[in-house]
C-alpha cells in the first residue's frame, strides 16, 4: 500500500517563487527518487497569500519516507531551501490509501 506524505512550507513573504524555483533547480524530487522508494512528488502554491505550499510525495512505504528524512542530502538541501521559510520543516504528515 503506497504512503503518501504532505509537507507544509510555511514560506517567507515574496519568497514563493524563489522557493519553486529552487525545488526544480536543487533536483529536490530526483534526490529522494534516488533515496529509494519514491514514487513522485509534487510542489503545490497556494492560490491564497500566506496559506502554506504543499509538498505531496508518494512513497512504497513509511520507512522509505524516514529514509529520506534522515538522508545527509535532504539536510544539504534545507540549507539552501530554509532561509526562503517562515519556521523550521520537520517531517511531513504520513496517510496510506484507502
Not at 530554509?82 to 496517510?95: C, I, S, T, W
Amino acid at each position: 500500500m503506497t504512503t503518501v506524505s504532505v509537507l507544509r512550507l510555511n514560506v517567507r513573504e515574496g519568497a514563493g517563487e524563489e522557493l519553486a524555483r529552487l525545488y526544480d533547480e536543487l533536483e529536490v524530487f530526483e534526490h529522494s527518487r534516488r533515496s529509494g522508494g519514491f514514487r513522485s512528488g509534487r510542489l503545490l502554491r497556494p492560490l491564497r497569500e500566506g496559506d502554506p505550499y504543499l509538498v505531496i510525495a508518494e512513497w512504497e512505504r513509511a520507512e522509505d519516507y524516514q529514509a529520506w528524512l534522515d538522508n545527509p542530502v535532504r539536510a544539504e538541501l534545507g540549507t539552501h531551501l530554509g532561509p526562503l521559510l517562515a519556521d523550521d520543516v520537520a517531517g511531513g504528515e504520513l496517510f496510506e490509501e484507502v
